[in-house]
T-cell receptor, first 112, second 114 residues
């Protein structure tokens, strides 16, 4: 069966520090991968998606970037965090040519 | 472009009462529709989905939803609420573009009173 992992689960970082959040999927090949952010009291905002290694599409201009160095690894990064980057970050995957997305447990980021 | 509207950001019901969470969508193509549930500090879990075929879809935890094309709706129901149903619920529609992206509604927080 397929599983999706995210780490860390919780992160507290100072403003201006770098960020690296990791997401990995097991039990499937060539998945579509997604990064979402959920700000407090708000819905889901799609940040990035990827249909293959090295292929990243950005949905909104922002302080963040994403990379997919391996087929089942998706990384969310920032060089300098802003207060507004605080939120709950969710990674998701979907089988290629299928529409259902499956979500990881999330990473709660607090920027102080 | 696709969009999803969830009426009511907060819904409160008594334990044992009917749960009705509303979702209306717009889509330029035949829609694929989803309901997800999110418990505090967790990721989203798929409750049910509609792609084609039977318009009444049954999901996990006793939930079901009915696709009504004429009303562009996909409301989520459960006959009898349990305390454990307290969570946030998201309706989503498939985007007709690369990457199988979904457009999510703003979410509805369900509260269940004893």
């Amino acid at each position: 069966s397929q599983t999706i992992h995210q780490w860390p689960a919780t992160l507290v970082q100072p403003v201006g520090s770098p960020l690296s959040l990791e997401c990995t999927v097991e039990g499937t090949s060539n998945p579509n991968l997604y990064w979402y952010r959920q700000a407090a009291g708000r819905g889901l905002q799609l940040l990035f998606y990827s249909v293959g290694i090295g292929q990243i599409s950005s949905e909104v201009p922002q302080n963040l970037s994403a990379s997919r160095p391996q087929d089942r690894q998706f990384i969310l990064s920032s060089k300098k965090l802003l207060l507004s980057d605080s939120g709950f970050y969710l990674c998701a995957w979907s089988p290629v040519f299928q529409e259902t997305q499956y979500f990881g447990p999330g990473t709660r980021l607090l920027v102080l | 472009a696709q969009s999803v509207t969830q009426l009511g950001s907060h819904v409160s019901v008594s334990e044992g009462a009917l749960v009705l969470l509303r979702c209306n969508y717009s889509s330029s193509v035949p829609p694929y529709l989803f309901w997800y549930v999110q418990y505090p500090n967790q990721g989203l879990q798929l409750l049910l989905k509609y792609t084609t075929g039977a318009t009444l879809v049954k999901g996990i935890n006793g939930f079901e939803a009915e696709f009504k094309k004429s009303e562009t709706s996909f409301h989520l129901t459960k006959p009898s609420a349990h305390m454990s149903d307290a969570a946030e619920y998201f309706c989503a529609v498939r985007n007709n573009n690369a990457g199988n992206m979904l457009t999510f509604g703003g979410g509805t927080r369900l509260m269940v009173k004893p």
